[in-house]
């Protein structure tokens, strides 16, 4: 099947590179990587997808060196998807990060987009940094893409940055992004006093606009057992 993904058809050489990933033929890995260079776009993307479900750490860098020099739209949104997949699997997702972030450094503005969703994904402190300054991009594209990554991290790091762009964006769809994420990041289990986590979510109730959001608040307060969470939720019966 290998050999045969090398001198077949293109349509048919992506059928067999999917056929490899099927199989977990790992053991085709160099196979699958010399495909990311083939001068037929579907033969690159198959090869994408089987990276995705058989390469390690070992690939990352050529699954992001994939996703930064591509100009096609449907093989840039493959390697996204094989770059997740990767680092969702790996045991290091400190190392992930950082290859990542190198990745960003030699992106285009059009690629620069996925790699900051990525790192929205990974989290950690060097990662918060770039897509913070990534959210005060002049490109609205690349901004937009920061806010993603932020309403996507994986932990509490990013609430005050939420927060402000749930408070003060100009754009419905930011605001709205980043004040669900806020509540889901404040949701999630800490050390943090139950006080200060029911005036965070009090907070976020100030700044909700729509009824759906305020709904999406009241929700988490039933997670917090502590009386004034039962009190911010009766100050909403009277709400209309």
């Known amino acids: 099947i290998a050999a045969a993904s090398k001198v077949a058809h293109p349509r048919i050489r992506a059928e067999l590179l999917g056929v490899l990933a099927s199989r977990n033929a790992t053991e085709a890995l160099d196979v699958i ?25 070992d690939v990352l860098e050529r699954a992001l060196e994939s996703l930064v020099s591509s100009h096609s739209p449907r093989e840039r949104a493959a390697a996204e998807k094989a770059v997740g997949t990767i680092c969702a699997r790996s045991p290091d997702k400190p190392r992930c990060a950082r290859v990542t972030l190198a990745a960003l450094e030699k992106a285009p503005p059009a690629a620069r987009g996925p790699v900051l969703r990525q790192l929205g994904r990974l989290g950690g402190p060097k990662a918060l940094e770039a897509v913070r300054a990534a959210a005060k991009d002049s490109n609205v594209t690349i901004q937009d893409a920061a806010v993603r990554a932020l309403a996507d991290w994986p932990d509490a790091s990013v609430a005050d940055d939420l927060f402000e762009i749930a408070r003060s964006s100009p754009r419905e769809t930011h605001r709205v992004l980043a004040l669900r994420a806020y509540v889901r990041v404040v949701s999630l289990a800490s050390d943090r006093p139950a006080e200060r986590t029911l005036q965070m979510l009090q907070d976020a109730m100030a700044v909700a606009r729509r009824p759906e959001d305020k709904k999406f608040v009241l929700a988490a307060l039933a997670g917090v057992p502590h009386r004034r969470a039962l009190e ?9």
């Open 232 to 240: 911010i939720a009766e100050s909403a019966l009277d709400d209309a």
């Open 33 to 57: 990587l010399e495909a990311l260079r083939d001068a037929d776009e579907a033969v690159r993307v198959a090869a994408l997808g089987a990276l995705g479900q058989l390469g390690g750490d």
